[in-house]
């Protein structure tokens, strides 16, 4: 059966709004991935113990992506008081660990992308990561995944 959707552009914008002695500091900033054909938007409560988010390889299968065709990838605490621990694991199986606040997100975008926690190691690009998984705080978190491929 041949595919009925039309790939499309994900448009991505960070507002930020801040006056401050009358002065507007506000900021706009936008982003465009073109070719998005799949869109995954999951949300999930999280408990205190670790769970696992998404994996990425080589083939989609259940909670799979391909790698290479991911483009864009946020995790959003959406509790107002509690915090919790992103783990994104890259292809040598190093694991760095983020704190997302509450109410805050985590965005990786393009293969141009990368950090390095000076730690553990380093993901060089969205197609290095293997894993991500989450933990809540002190307490079970709801989140919202949201990945968008080519």
């Known amino acids: 059966m041949a595919s009925t959707i039309t790939a499309s552009t994900l448009k991505v914008t960070i ?5 401050l002695g009358g002065t507007d500091f506000g900021t706009e900033r936008s982003v465009s991935f073109a070719s998005i054909n799949e869109f995954s938007r999951r949300l999930v409560t999280v408990t205190t113990t670790e769970a696992f988010l998404a994996k990425f390889g080589t083939a989609v299968a259940n909670g799979e992506y391909i ?3 991911v483009k864009y990838f946020r995790v959003t605490n959406l509790d107002s008081s509690v ?6 694991t890259n292809d040598g199986g190093v694991t760095s660990y983020l704190r997302v606040g509450p109410g805050e997100s985590f965005l990786f975008g393009t293969a141009d992308d990368s950090f390095d926690d000076d730690v553990s190691g380093s993901l060089q690009n969205i197609a290095s990561l293997k894993g991500a998984s989450l933990s809540g705080g002190s307490d079970a978190v709801d989140v919202e995944l949201v990945i968008a491929s080519v």
Do not use: F, S, T, V
């Open 15 to 19: 507002k930020e709004e801040l006056n």
């Open 83 to 88: 915090g919790l621990r992103l783990l994104l």
């Open 67 to 69: 790698a290479n065709n």
